[in-house]
C-alpha cells in the first residue's frame, strides 16, 4: 500500500523563507482584519490539513480506484465505499470553506493555505479530491458574478459543503471549442431560463455526498450570436430550492451514463441531460465564456496541483521502495554481508528519484507563488500592486496547468520504473499514480490549449507586457546576485536561457504578424515555447532557494541536510533537467517549416492546408 | 472501436529499397536452399499475416483488456472469449512455425519476415501476441543449446504451436538480479532434475491454449558456485510426456495465482510454484546464464517491437480522428460551410502525428535491419560477415528495445492526447493502447538495464569496436554522399552529433575507468547515453530513405506521395525529434557529479555512498 507524508517541512520552508508569506499577507486589510494571515495559524491548519489528508483520503485511494462510481437505473450515481463519511468528516471540519468568504460563511484564510491543501488532497485521492474541487470552482464564479439574490441562496450551501458544484461545458461535438456549443436557453415567464442540451464529461456530475447539486452550465439564449459572443452562464440546481432553503422538485437534469475511463475512477464523470431544466442567469447575458474563465482559472490551477500532488507521492514511494528493495551489488558495497545493496545506490535510481523531487519542489514554489500573487490580485490595498499580481498570474496559469501535470505525469511513470516489474502491478498502487495522472494533461483546456493561452494570449496578444514584467524580476534577481560564487554557474545558465526566451518570443511574434499564416507559426511551436518558459520559471525558483540554503549553511543552521539538499537538488535541475531547453530552443526555431507537410502524407482526400 | 492497415506499403519499402533484402538472403544457402528468399513469396506472407492480424487479432483486444485472464482454485487459467479459437486459426495456418528450422517442422522463413509479423500482432493485440512470443523464446535456446534427445521430444510440439512455452527467471526478491535466485535444482537417479522454488512474472506461464506448456527455468543446482555462475537452465513440462509424444502425468508446477496488472491483461502473468517438479538440463551445468540470454535476446528484441507495434496502431488511430474530428477554425478554412475545421489542419496537432509516423518508420527501419542482420549471423556463409552482422545485432539489441519501448509509450500517450478527453474513455481504445504500452520499458530487462547493457558491455567492455564498426557504416554513408545538395543539412547534422557520440564515448571510458567510482559514472549517464545513441541510428536510417526517396522523386516515380512523404517525415524528424541530442549531450556530459548526493536528503538512517 502506498505511503504518503505531507511535505511540511518543504511547505513552511517555501511560505516563511522563500515567500515571507505572513508579512505579505498582512499587508492585505482583508487577512489582516480576519486574523487569517498569523504565520503560526497557517502553519498549525496545515499541519490539521496533512493529518486529515493521511487519515482519511489516503486509505480510500485504492478503495476508490478498485470500486468505481456506480450510476442506477434512476440515473443515480453510488460513490465508493467511504467517499461519503470522509467528505462528511471533511465538511464538519470546515476545510470546504477554508478560503471562501466570511460574508458566505467561509474562514477567509489566504489562496496560499487552499493551494497547500489541495496539493496534499491529490497526493492521497485525486478522485475524491474533485467533489470538492469542481465545487470550488463553481463558489469562484458564482461569488465573482452571481446576483446578491443567487449568491445568497446558493453560496453559503456551497461554502459549508452541504451541496457541490459542477462546471458543464464540454458536449459531444464541442470540448476545446465551446463556440459551437448546442445547449439552448428560453427565457420563461418568471425570469428563470428553461436549458436544454447535452453536457459530457462532467467531473462530479452527479453523486450521493450531498442532498443537492449546483451546476453551472453554460448554454446559448435563444437569439444571442453564433459564436463564444453568444454563451451566457446558467445555474442549474439538481433539485430546486423551497422558500426555507431546502432541496424541494426535482429539476429537469439527469445523469444519462457515466464514463469508464483510465483512471480517476472513485470520480463520476457524468452525461448530464438537460430537459427543460430550471436555470437561472449567472452575471451577464452572452458574458458567460468571461464568467466561465473565473471558474476555469480556478480549476486549471487546481488541475496543476493534481500534476504536483500525484508527482509528490509518486517520488515519496519510490524512495520508500529504494531504500528497501536490494538488487545487484554497489561499490563500495552497504550490506557487505548480505547478497545485495539497496538499489538506491545505483546512481540510475538516484537520477529518476531527484527528477521527481526536483520538477516537484520547484512546482511546490510555482504554485504557491502563483497562489500568494491570487491573494495580492484580489486584496492588495495598491492597485498597481493588484495590477502586478493580475498579469503574473495569468502568464503562470497555463504554465501552472500544463507544466505541472506534464512533469507530474512523467514523475508517475518514472517512479513506477523504480519498482520494476512490481511497478506494473495494481497492488503496488504506482500504475494508478500513473492512470490518475494523466487525466490532468488532457482536461480543463488540453496542456496544447494552455500553450495556446501562454504564446498567443498571454505573451504576444499585449506585445510582450506581461513576459518583459516577469523578465524584469528574473534580471533584477540575476544583478543583484552578481559576483556570488555559490549561485553563479546557475544564474549563468538562467540568464542566458531567458535571455533566449526573449529573443524566442520575438521571432515567434514575428513570424505571428507575418501574414495568414501567422497563427500556425504560433500554433506550431506553442507548445515547446510553454515548456522552455516552464523551465526558466522553475530554474529562477531554484536559484533563489539555494541562495536562502547557501545562507543558512554558510550561517551554520543547516542541522538536518534540508538546505544542503535544497542546493543539490538545485543542482541537479541545472545539471539534468534544464538543458532541456537546448533541444526547445532550436524545435522552437524550426517553426512551422516541416509541420506544413504534403497533405497526402495523411491520405487526405483532399488538400486541406492552403486548400 | 480501434483500426488497423498493417503498413505494408513501408514494410516492402523497406524489404526491397532499403534493405535489398531478397538479394542478401540469396547470398545464404540455408534461405536460398529452401525457396524462402524469393521477394514475392515474400510479400505474399506478409499480406497474409495481415490479414490474419486484421481479421482475427484485432478485434480481440478489448475484449481480452475487458475480460482479463481467471484463474480456478485448481491452477488453471481461461483465456478471454476467442483467444483460443484465434490460436487454433494461428496454428492451423502455419504461423507459429514460420522462421523455424524445417528440420522440425519450421518453414524455415527468414527472421526479416517474422519480425515483420511480430509488429503486426502487436499492433493488433499484444497481450494475445505474448503467447506465441514466448514460445519463440523458448525454441530458441532449446534449438541452439538443447540435447538432441530434448530437441526431438519437445521442438516439434513447440514449432507446431501444438504446445507453448515460457521463460521462468525472476522470483520476488530476484529481478533485475538472477544471480541472487533461490529456485533449487537436485540431481535424480534418472539424470533428470527436481526443482524447487517460487517463480513470479512469468508471462503465459498458465493457459487454456494447448494441452501443455514447457517452461524453461533458471535454478541452481546444488554445490553450484553462489552467483550468476551457478545458475542452470532446465526445462520443466507442465506435463511429463509419454513415450509417444502425449502428456502424461501432471508435473509438479502449478500456478499459484495472476497478477492484476495495470495492462495486458489477456495474458496470465503467473505465480508458478516448482515443488520438486522434475526438469531436464538444457545445454551446460552452470552455463544457465549464458543460455538464457539467448531466449532473452529474442525476447528483448520482441518487446521492442511491441513498442513499434503499439507505436504504428496508436499512431493510425490517432491520424484517423484528427482527419475526423472538427473543432476550431483555421485560415484558410477547410470546411467554410461549417463551424469547424478538422483538427489535422492544426500544427500541433500535426506535430504530434509526425512524432509517431517519424519514430514507428525509423523504427521499423532498424528492426527490419537488425532482423536481416540476425539472418546474416546465423546463416551468412562468410565468417567475417558473420563476425559483423553478430556485433551489429549485438550492439543494436538493447537500443531496439529500450529506444523502441520508451518511445512507443509516449507515442501511445501522444496520440491518446489527440484525441483530448475521448482519449482517456475505455470504448475509444487509446487507453489501453498506453497501458499495454507501459510494460515494453520494464520487462525483459528494465530501459534502465538495457542502457547499461549498450554502454557497459556492448561499447566500453571491447575498447569500442562495435561501436566503431557502426561508426565506419555511418562515415561512409556520410563521405558517399558529400556534395548531394538534398541530404547536405540531415547529413551535417548526422555528422556532427555521430562525431559527439564518439566523444562523449571516450569521456565516459575515461571516467570509467578512473576508479572505484567509475561504475558510477557509466551508470549514471546509461540512459541518456542509449537515447543519444538510438538518435543516430534514427537519424542514419532516415537519411538513408530519404536518399531513396529523393532518387525516386527525381526520375518521377512517385505517384501518391508515398516518397514526398518519406522526404518531409525526414526533415520533420532532423528538426523537431532528433535535436534532443542537444539536451542529452549536456546531461551526459554533467554525468554522475550531481546524482552523488548527501544521503540525508533522502532521509537515509545512515550514509550509502562511500560508506
Known sequence: M????????????????????????????????????????????????????????????AVGDQEGCTRHDDGSVTTPTGFKAAYNKYRAAGWTALDADPAFGGQGMPHLI??????????TNVAWSMYPGLSHGAYSALHAVGSEELKAIYLPKIVSGEWTGTMCLTEPH?????????????????????????????????????????HLVLARLEGSPEGTKGISLFLVPKFLVNEDGSPGERNGVVCGSIEHKMGIHGNATAL??????????????????????????????????????????????????????????????????????????????RRMLLTGKAYTEAGRAMAMWLALSIDTEHHHPDEAARKEAADLVALLTPIAKAFMTD??????????????????????????????????????????????????????????????????????????????????????QLGKAANQLGSLTMVVGQKAMSGPEGADEVNAVAVDYLRFFGHVVYGYLWARMAKIAHAKIAAGQDRDGFYLAKVQTAQF??????????????????????????DRMFGLERALVGA
Chains 1, 2 share one sequence.
Open 272 to 349: 448530464l441531460n438537460f430537459d427543460g431544466a430550471t436555470g437561472y442567469l449567472v452575471g451577464e447575458i452572452n458574458k458567460g465564456m468571461n464568467h466561465m474563465f473565473i471558474m476555469m482559472n480556478a480549476a486549471r490551477l487546481g488541475t496543476g496541483l493534481q500534476g504536483l500532488g500525484i508527482g509528490e507521492t509518486a517520488y515519496q514511494n519510490a524512495l520508500a521502495y529504494a531504500k528497501d528493495r536490494t538488487q545487484m551489488r554497489h561499490e563500495p558495497r552497504v550490506n557487505p554481508g548480505e547478497n545485495a545493496d539497496p538499489i538506491i545506490v545505483h546512481p540510475d535510481v
Open 407 to 492: 512533469n507530474g505525469f512523467n514523475i508517475a511513470v518514472q517512479s513506477q520504473q523504480v519498482f520494476g516489474g512490481h511497478g506494473y502491478i495494481r497492488e503496488w498502487g504506482m500504475e494508478q499514480y500513473v492512470r490518475d495522472a494523466r487525466i490532468g494533461q488532457i482536461y480543463e483546456g488540453t496542456n496544447g490549449i494552455q500553450a495556446l493561452d501562454l504564446l498567443g494570449r498571454k505573451v504576444l496578444m499585449d506585445g510582450g507586457k506581461k513576459l518583459q514584467k516577469l523578465a524584469t524580476i528574473l534580471q533584477t534577481f540575476i544583478e543583484e546576485n552578481e559576483g556570488e560564487d555559490d549561485l553563479a554557474a546557475m544564474l549563468d
Open 174 to 214: 464541442a470540448g476545446t471549442d465551446l463556440g459551437i456549443i448546442r445547449t439552448k436557453a428560453t427565457a420563461n415567464a418568471d425570469g428563470s431560463y428553461a436549458i436544454s442540451g447535452t453536457k459530457i464529461f462532467i467531473s462530479a456530475g452527479e453523486h450521493d455526498l450531498t442532498p443537492n447539486i449546483v
Open 2 to 61: 502506498p505511503v504518503y507524508k505531507a511535505p511540511l517541512r518543504d511547505v513552511k520552508f517555501l511560505m516563511h523563507e522563500l515567500l515571507d508569506a505572513p508579512a505579505q499577507l498582512a499587508k492585505m486589510p482583508f487577512y489582516a482584519e480576519n486574523d487569517t494571515a498569523d504565520g503560526d495559524l497557517m502553519n498549525q491548519v496545515l499541519e490539521e490539513a496533512a493529518r486529515f489528508v493521511e487519515g482519511e483520503l489516503l486509505p480510500l485511494n
Open 114 to 123: 487552499s493551494n497547500v491543501l489541495v496539493e496534499m488532497m491529490n497526493s
Open 573 to 598: 535541475y541545472f545539471a539534468k533537467l534544464f538543458p532541456e531547453t537546448k533541444a526547445l530552443a532550436a524545435t522552437i526555431k524550426a517553426g512551422n517549416e516541416s509541420l506544413a507537410v504534403d
